[in-house]
């Protein structure tokens, strides 16, 4: 039987052709075209077109992500059930979503959740989990065409955790002031009932976060699972942003490459973005169990390392000037409704972190000495 075959574009990302092969398509590279041929070639005739399968939801602004005020909800689940699900191929789960209408009046809604996450799922004493909301039973609700979402829990039960969560929601805020290659997120003080007992076993700050074929239809493209991106393949300036950022925070516990903690969006003009998830490792938060990998030369996830590309250096001035515009804004968001939930301690501690992130960027020669002079080749 001959081997399919097809012909790309220099202009289409390589991790494209690499799928393609993987799928054992033939692949044959034609060169770029002149400015005539493109002049006379159909508009994006080359490019490369979004997964539809990724692109199936109703509505790019669902109701759970048009305000930032925190709800109040009643997860309904057996807890002991839950708690037991530690395996990658946890099977989903029979639950609820429960809340109050702007009328006073109580809204269910029946809603499937499976515990997801690698070392949240190991060590926490009650896992995150990832939230199944069919449209159905979800019409006319904050729910309705919230998909898949993930919701970030409790880890344990104390003040100490809940303030984790917190400061993630908090970096969460922060990247969607820099770009729109992010993830929205919704801010809820949830009850844990358990369905078994009918008993309340916490009630702890938490939030949920867009589903990400959610963010590839705002942004009009289509998630690529395929690992292997390089610099080759990511879009400089949405990298640049990505990537300063990660080191602003001090999280060095992603690779998009590998797809650990960050998703790659490929948009129908051929573009290739990074998006970054789960900061709970971030030096920004310094939770007592974040540690960053024996590999690094770093030993404290208060110690930033830039994980950058090279290849990408000449986007990065032109993105330290973003950050610097964004800074009062960044920091305004530790100032406001959701901010003052942080202890005043806490909120200090982390602007003084930032202020030294701030003071690397201050100038693009201090930005090239204090970030490029690491970046990965």
């Known amino acids: 039987m001959p081997v399919p075959s097809v012909r790309v574009s220099r202009s289409v990302p390589a991790l494209v052709a690499r799928t393609l092969l993987a799928l054992g398509v033939a692949v044959s590279v034609t060169p770029e075209p002149t400015q005539a041929q493109a002049s006379a070639a159909k508009p994006n005739a080359d490019k490369p077109k979004a997964d539809k399968a990724e692109k199936a939801d109703k509505s790019p602004n669902p109701p759970l992500y048009r305000s930032e005020a925190p709800l109040e909800m009643t997860f309904t689940v057996n807890v002991r059930q839950l708690k037991r699900d530690r395996s990658a191929d946890a099977p989903w789960r029979a639950a609820t979503l429960s809340y109050k209408d702007s009328t006073g009046q109580q809204v269910t809604v029946p809603v499937r959740a499976r515990t997801r996450g690698i070392w949240r799922l190991k060590h926490c004493d009650f896992p995150p989990v990832r939230i199944d909301v069919k449209d159905s039973d979800a019409k006319k609700t904050l729910l309705a065409n919230a998909e898949e979402p ?3 829990t409790f880890c344990r039960n104390s ?4 303030n984790y969560v917190l400061q ?4 969460y805020r922060a990247y969607r002031l820099l770009t729109e290659a992010s ?10 009932a358990d369905s078994a007992t009918g008993k309340a076993e916490a009630t702890r700050w938490s939030f949920f976060i867009e589903d990400p074929k959610q ?3 705002r942004l009009g493209g289509g998630i690529v699972k395929q690992k292997g991106a390089t610099a080759d393949d990511l879009e400089p300036a949405t990298s640049a942003i990505a990537y300063t950022f990660q080191y602003m925070i001090g999280n060095t516990d992603f690779s998009f490459y590998g797809l650990h903690n960050g998703e790659i969006l490929q948009l129908a003009d051929g573009r290739v973005l990074p998006i970054p998830y789960d900061f709970d490792f971030a030096g920004a938060i310094n939770a007592t169990y ?10 404290s996830v208060r110690d930033r390392l ?18 610097r515009s964004k800074r009062a804004a960044i920091e305004a968001l530790y100032a406001d409704a959701i901010g003052k939930l942080l202890p005043s301690a806490t909120t200090a501690n982390t602007l003084r972190y930032f202020n030294e992130f701030f003071g690397d960027i201050r100038t693009p020669e201090q930005g090239k000495r204090k970030l490029l002079a690491d ?3």
């Open 150 to 152: 993930k919701l970030v």
């Open 215 to 217: 963010v590839a239809q």
């Open 183 to 192: 993830h929205k997120v919704r801010l809820v003080k949830l009850t844990y």
């Open 290 to 299: 974040a540690t960053p990998d024996p590999s690094l030369s770093i030993k």
């Open 306 to 323: 830039f994980r950058g590309y090279c290849a990408h250096g000449d986007a990065f001035p032109a993105v330290w000037e973003q950050f």
């Open 375 to 377: 970046c990965l080749k």
């Open 168 to 171: 993630e929601l908090q970096l």
């Open 159 to 162: 003040e100490t955790y809940e």
